[in-house]
């Protein structure tokens, strides 16, 4: 009866996600297979008193009852106070013949209980509780006693089973909150068959996606508006599985709607060999500032044809130092130099011929720094030939 009462103990530790119902289940069972009295688990409060969490058969024994984990007090000396204390299983052949029963040999004769035994519980290696069993007769054997010291260890087992089951739970919980509230697109993705396995909330806006449903477990292939883009990433993934890790910037990519965008995106291998594995990579849209750039080498194109092809002279000098940063090739003309390397870095200074000339420049380059603007006529330079 009792090692079939363990059997349906580790059935239920192994399918159990609710600990009250976990162990309510296992007291109902202590009843059902090993004809027990009573069965309750407890653990002392902060006074040494036992709480009885779950409890199933003779309940009415344990209304009002007093028990405690403390030595120096009666209460503590019966089964279940010496096996908190030793930390180890405590048997009880006897309630009218254990002189440590005293206070409870009443009680136990009146619910027809005969024997008991107190089973501490480990939960994480530290004691947690104790598992106590009361039956009619005196029946705990040392062949029995060996059953239910493995029955303890398995509850314990199964408690700790329970715990990281929570822990992981809260950690994806977690992790997934984390994902879903980042601004960068993070997937991860499977090689080498290049299909998203997942991706957080992100990733789908960024792509333009409603549901999971529309990335996960598709390939990737249709996201690059070409294929050189689809293979400059699959050059970068194998590198990522050799070495750990790469990045690349502004890869153009397709959204759902057929609108190009670009990322900057980070690749760092999650599992497996070279060639075979996952990596999770993260996306950043960086549309924006690729058009800013764009942009920006246009307008240099503009100034840079306009700079070159105006018969007028221009120059930028840097203030306070009074530099050259840069001169055009109309600038070059009129003074008769060759390349703009050399006048940029050299003071303004060297190519006035007189103090005096220095002396107007400076008056109107304080007027312009200071109004935005401003005008002088008849300026003398000197050119290179003197």
Same mark, same amino acid.
């Given at each position: 009866d009792f090692n079939m009462l363990l059997a349906e103990v580790n059935k239920v530790l192994a399918?159990?996600?609710?600990?009250?119902?976990?162990?309510?289940?296992?007291?109902?069972?202590?009843?059902?297979h090993a004809h027990l009295r009573l069965a309750w688990i407890g653990t002392p409060d902060e006074h040494g008193w036992f709480r009885t969490f779950p409890a199933a058969g003779e309940v009415g024994y344990l209304e009002?009852?007093?028990? =405690?984990?403390?030595?120096?007090?009666?209460?503590?000396?019966?089964?279940?106070?010496?096996? &908190?204390?030793?930390?180890?299983?405590?048997?009880?052949? =006897?309630?009218h013949h254990d002189p440590n029963a005293g206070p409870w040999a009443e009680r136990a004769r009146t619910f027809g209980i005969g024997s008991n035994a107190a089973l501490p519980i480990f939960r994480?290696?530290?004691? &947690?509780?104790?598992?106590?069993?009361?039956?009619?007769? +005196?029946?705990?054997?040392?062949?029995?006693?060996?059953v239910l010291t493995g029955l303890a260890q398995d509850v314990g087992h199964g408690l700790d089973r329970l715990d990281l089951t929570h822990r992981e739970r809260e950690a994806n919980a977690f992790n997934e909150a984390l994902l879903n509230n980042l601004t960068a697109g993070v997937t991860v993705m499977r090689y080498p068959e290049r299909i998203f396995e997942r991706v957080n909330t992100r990733m789908l806006e960024m792509f333009g996606a409603d549901s999971l449903e529309k990335l996960v477990n598709?390939?990737?292939?249709?996201?690059?508006?070409?294929?050189? =883009?689809?293979?400059?990433?699959?050059?970068?993934?194998?590198?990522?599985?050799?070495?750990g890790h790469g990045t690349?910037?502004?890869?153009?990519?397709?959204?759902?709607?057929?609108?190009?965008?670009?990322?900057?995106i980070s690749g760092q291998r999650l599992s497996g060999a070279e060639?075979?594995?996952?990596?999770? &990579?993260?996306?950043?849209?960086?549309?924006?500032?690729?058009?800013?750039?764009?942009?920006?080498?246009?307008?240099?194109?503009a100034r840079a044809t306009l700079l070159a092809?105006?018969?007028?002279?221009?120059?930028?000098?840097?203030?306070?130092?009074?530099?050259?940063?840069?001169?055009?090739? +109309?600038?070059?003309?009129?003074?008769?130099?060759?390349?703009n390397e050399e006048i940029a870095g050299h003071p303004t200074r060297e190519f006035y011929p007189s103090e005096e000339q220095i002396?107007?420049?400076?008056?109107?380059?304080?007027?312009?720094?200071?109004?935005?603007?401003? =005008?002088?006529?008849?300026?003398?330079?000197?050119?290179?030939?003197?």
């Open positions: 399918r159990s996600h609710n600990e009250f119902e976990m162990l309510q289940s296992l007291c109902e069972l202590a009843l059902k009002g009852i007093r028990i =405690s984990a403390l030595a120096d007090l009666p209460e503590g000396q019966g089964p279940t106070g010496q096996a &908190w204390r030793s930390q180890k299983p405590n048997f009880n052949f =006897s309630f994480g290696d530290k004691l &947690w509780g104790v598992f106590m069993l009361y039956h009619r007769e +005196g029946v705990f054997d040392a062949n029995l006693q060996n598709t390939q990737s292939r249709m996201f690059y508006p070409d294929e050189e =883009s689809y293979t400059l990433v699959g050059a970068l993934a194998q590198q990522i599985l050799r070495e690349m910037q502004n890869l153009p990519c397709r959204r759902l709607d057929g609108n190009i965008i670009y990322m900057d060639g075979a594995g996952r990596i999770v &990579w993260t996306q950043v849209d960086v549309t924006e500032r690729h058009a800013n750039e764009q942009t920006i080498r246009a307008l240099s194109a092809n105006t018969t007028a002279g221009i120059d930028i000098v840097r203030y306070p130092e009074r530099v050259f940063v840069e001169v055009n090739q +109309g600038f070059l003309d009129i003074l008769g130099y060759e390349c002396q107007r420049m400076v008056e109107l380059s304080q007027d312009v720094l200071a109004h935005g603007q401003g =005008s002088l006529r008849d300026l003398m330079l000197l050119r290179r030939d003197g």
